[in-house]
């Protein structure tokens, strides 16, 4: 590892709950600046002529069932070496992770972004999510969703 005046991070304006992530064995690289990608068709599909579906364009057929407000946020940072191939989420391990502990029934926003230069399929095992998309009360709602849509 290098030593510590070498280290990249992010910016020291981090959001509420979120943490500074330096270059280390399951971090191969720390991006400036991410923004959502909603609107972005992928690599190679952008301007060539073809009207691509993107998730900024997914409506739900019906309304969404639970209007609740998420009672919390939780900022996960899907971090990794890629040189490596070591897939980590706030620069941990699943082995080195701590649970993330929900209740039942409890609405929970996740704010998923991807720090890696990969892009890479995400879900939470048992967990269907409503997709923050612009669409209001007719988010769509996913099981799996593309980490590219969330980097930067």
């Keep these: 590892m290098p030593p510590p005046s070498q280290m990249m991070s992010r910016p020291t304006q981090t959001l509420e709950g979120e943490i500074l992530l330096h270059i280390g064995a399951a971090v191969g690289s720390v991006p400036m600046n991410?923004?959502?990608?909603?609107?972005?068709?992928?690599?190679?599909?952008?301007?060539?002529?073809?009207?691509?579906?993107?998730?900024?364009?997914?409506?739900?057929?019906?309304?969404?069932?639970?209007?609740?407000p998420p009672t919390r946020e939780i900022i996960l940072h899907l971090t990794g070496n890629m040189e490596r191939y070591i897939w980590a989420s706030d620069a941990y391990k699943f082995s080195q992770a701590e649970p993330i502990h929900l209740k039942l029934v409890e609405?929970?926003?996740?704010?998923?972004?991807?720090?890696?230069?990969?892009?890479?399929?995400?879900?939470?095992?048992?967990?269907?999510?409503?997709?923050?998309?612009?669409?209001?009360?007719?988010?769509?709602?996913?099981?799996?969703?593309?980490?590219?849509?969330l980097s930067g």
């Design 34 to 68: 991410t923004s959502p990608r909603l609107n972005d068709p992928g690599d190679g599909l952008n301007g060539n002529g073809r009207r691509v579906l993107t998730y900024a364009d997914l409506r739900a057929l019906l309304q969404g069932r639970d209007g609740r």
């Design 107 to 149: 609405r929970v926003r996740f704010v998923l972004i991807n720090d890696t230069m990969m892009e890479h399929p995400i879900h939470l095992h048992g967990v269907w999510s409503e997709l923050e998309n612009g669409n209001g009360e007719f988010s769509p709602y996913k099981h799996t969703s593309s980490s590219s849509l």
